[in-house]
């Protein structure tokens, strides 16, 4: 059973940035590949960025160029660098990871709310 944790998340001008943190425990987390996911109001949740284990990363179109995902396998933690906030970013973030059988775990999830 994999747990993870989110922190990071608060209240921000537009324009500002944040630092989320994802702590996982419960497996071998270099093996998992791991991603943040957001849901903003009445909309559904939306992929955002993905690390894999050989650290390949994808963003989504939306963040590309103001987000960077990272992750520190020695401190089994994921990172998410949000610059350039902007209104429509805010949003619950939520931690992803997809461990070697496939499954697929979830964090609670951390608020993020950007002011105009």
């Known amino acids: 059973q994999v747990q993870l944790v989110e922190s990071g998340g608060g209240l921000v001008q537009a324009g500002g940035s944040l630092r989320l943190s994802c702590a996982a425990s419960?497996?071998?987390?270099?093996?998992?590949?791991m991603g943040w996911y957001r849901q903003g109001p009445g909309k559904q949740r939306e992929w955002v960025a993905s690390?894999?284990?050989?650290?390949?990363?994808s963003y989504a179109d939306s963040v590309k160029g103001r987000f960077t995902i990272s992750r520190d396998n020695a401190k089994n933690t994921v990172y998410l660098q949000m610059n350039s906030l902007k209104p429509e970013d805010t949003a619950v973030y939520y931690c992803?990871?997809?461990?070697?059988?496939?499954?697929?775990?979830w964090g609670r999830g951390t608020q993020v709310t950007v002011s105009s």
């Open positions: 992803n990871s997809r461990v070697a059988s496939g499954s697929v775990y």
């Open positions: 419960g497996s071998i987390f270099r093996l998992n590949a």
């Open positions: 690390i894999s284990s050989g650290f390949t990363i």
